[in-house]
């Protein structure tokens, strides 16, 4: 007789920790707990969406017969940890085993280390085999390898799942079509609306939990409309592959302004909780292809994010924790600005895509990387703090994907395992792949003085500031030649700007 505990995260049929369920003898466990809902003050969104996918999978599950205990967040006895959830349910039966498919997040795993011996049975926890390269696989990669680049991992992926590959190689004739892809937002484009489902009396039920729990948390509750069933999720990824994937490819990197979903798939948070499966998603991309639906160039970059990055990242992740969380390779300790919460600051960019994250629990990756993502680097923000905000903005938020991507690609906290080198862009980038500037108090074309662009001089003082660290860096060579080109009075105005920003920063007037 087993107890089997499924997580938030692992809504997926096929989930390791129900291969062999035995529905006369044992009992299936989900609980909806304090210590998940606030180990990071979760976006109001995300809460609501993972407690309502919860409860519609658990529905599922007795549907099909299974034995399911599901414990609500206000039922009276709720313990408010799993652990307590679980030594509850230990109680109710004659069990000789828990079993668990294991946990997202390390700090999950290492907390359960102790639970064999606080339930008195044995803890089994089983390989996550929805991922496609197993934690121990990716090890034997990086193995020896002095760089861990991504498109190396990639292609070794698209080999192994026989992915876009035809008889001489990748179909096409290369791997990477970017060369083709992100071009600035064209005038006057007609981008789709995300797919949208509208509460049913579970969520409903859910939101005013949430409301009534969590009212202090960051984020608007709704409108709410996100899938919280399999089936749902199915369709709207179908949406995606009809209406969005053909241009993917041609718009990743644009921004503008009132569009936060652009030709994004929006699946992130369905692949994350396992209302989706990668394979699956790669596999219809793919047939999307090859029936002529849509080009070689969105589709590819389409896969390389599901079966490149997203695996790439997860191995990065339980190849370096638990050290990589406090890694500071810039040794940089600002505290992150409370615009990050309020949205209030001159800069259109940051605000627009503040505005969007507190409206939608959602951002695009151009948005995180190069708009949020950016200033934390060039304004030197504590990696905690920018991954505390990260780790709880986004409905598709767990650490193994979040902390490579604030740590590895925006802090360049790892000193460049992750990337070659820091994603460090001035105003001249936002300018060219989005229309915020145009209705911006700064001036993109301004470098100096009260009407610049902050990412303008910020940028340059970054590279100023980390010259020890970032000088002898083989891909910043270019950077640092424009740099010492520039004369001393040029390298004045930029540190006084800095300073004048920073100190603005720091008084809490609106920068
Ligand atoms: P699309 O652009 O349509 O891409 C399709 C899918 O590819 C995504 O759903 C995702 O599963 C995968 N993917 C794309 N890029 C990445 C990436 N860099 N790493 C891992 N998977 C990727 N993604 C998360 O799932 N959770 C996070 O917490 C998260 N935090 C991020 C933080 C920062 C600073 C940055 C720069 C990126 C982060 N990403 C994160 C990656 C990426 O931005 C999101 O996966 C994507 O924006 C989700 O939207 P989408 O489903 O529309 O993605
Ligand atoms: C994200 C989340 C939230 C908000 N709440 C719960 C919960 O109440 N019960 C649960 O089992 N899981 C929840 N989760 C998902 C977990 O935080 C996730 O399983 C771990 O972070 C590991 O990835
Ligand atoms: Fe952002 Fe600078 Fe453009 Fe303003 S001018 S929107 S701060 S990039």
């Keep these: 007789m087993k107890l089997r505990l499924i997580l938030g995260d692992q809504l997926s049929r096929s989930i390791s920790s129900l291969a062999d369920v035995d529905p006369q003898r044992d009992i299936v466990l989900m609980c909806e707990v304090r210590a998940e809902a606030t180990y990071v003050q979760h976006h109001k969104k995300k809460i609501a969406f993972v407690f309502s ?3 519609h999978f ?33 109680l109710q039966g004659d069990f000789d085993e828990v079993i668990i498919t294991a946990p997202g997040e390390y700090r999950l795993q290492a907390e359960m280390e102790s639970w064999s011996a606080r339930l008195g049975l044995p803890v089994t926890l089983r390989e996550d085999d929805r991922f496609l390269c197993k934690a121990s696989e990716f090890a034997e990669w990086a193995a020896g390898r002095k760089q861990l680049r991504m498109e190396y991992f990639y292609r070794e992926m698209r080999r192994k799942y026989s992915v876009l590959m035809g008889p001489d190689g ?81 718009y990743q990197d644009a921004m503008i302004e009132g569009e936060p979903w652009m030709y994004h798939s929006h ?16 596999e219809r991309a793919e047939a999307a292809y090859h029936a002529g639906e849509a080009p070689l160039n969105a589709v590819e970059g389409f896969i390389r994010q599901i079966l490149g990055w997203r695996e790439y990242v997860r191995g990065i992740y339980w190849l370096k924790m638990p050290d990589y969380k406090a890694a500071n390779f810039l040794e940089v300790k600002r505290a992150l600005p409370d615009f990050y919460w309020t949205g209030e600051t001159q800069m259109n960019c940051m605000r627009q895509c503040i505005a969007e994250t507190r409206q939608n629990a959602y951002a695009h990756h151009i948005q995180r990387l190069m708009v949020l993502g950016n200033f934390a680097l060039i304004a030197g923000l504590a990696p905690e703090d ?5 780790l709880l903005v986004y409905a598709d938020a767990y650490e193994w994907v979040e902390l490579p991507n604030v740590t590895g690609m925006i802090l ?31 001036k993109p074309t301004v470098k100096n003085g009260p009407k610049a662009c902050p990412f303008n001089y910020l940028y340059w003082d970054f590279v100023g500031r980390n010259e020890a660290k970032l000088r002898a860096n083989p891909r910043m060579g270019l950077v640092y030649r424009s740099f010492d080109r520039m004369s001393e009075e040029k390298h004045q105005a930029i540190r006084d700007d800095s300073r004048r920003f920073f100190n603005a920063l720091e008084a809490d007037e609106k920068v």
Aim: aromatic share 12%; glycine share 10%; proline share 5%.
């Design 170 to 250: 990748p179909v096409g004739g290369q791997w990477n079509y970017d060369a083709e892809n992100r071009k600035p937002p064209a005038e006057g484009l007609d981008v789709p609306q995300t797919y949208k489902v509208q509460p049913d009396d579970v969520t409903q039920e859910v939101m005013a939990l949430v409301e009534q729990h969590f009212a202090t948390h960051f984020g608007d509750l709704s409108p709410f409309h996100f899938a919280v069933t399999r089936a749902q999720a199915l369709a709207a990824f179908d949406a995606f592959i009809t209406g969005r994937l053909a241009l993917f490819g041609d």
């Design 412 to 442: 360049f906290a790892d000193g460049g395992l992750l990337g070659s080198k820091p994603y460090a862009a001035s105003g001249a980038y936002i300018n060219k792949m989005s229309n915020y500037c145009g209705s911006c108090s700064y």
């Design 267 to 282: 699946i992130g948070l369905y692949l994350n909780c396992g209302l989706l499966t990668p394979l699956e998603c790669i």
């Design 53 to 55: 996918a919860m409860r």
């Design 386 to 390: 920018v991954n505390t905000w990260y």
């Design 58 to 90: 658990a529905a599922e599950l007795a549907e099909q017969g299974l034995p399911i205990q599901y414990v609500k967040y206000d039922d009276a006895n709720n313990s408010g940890s799993l652990i307590g959830e679980l030594s509850r349910a230990a």
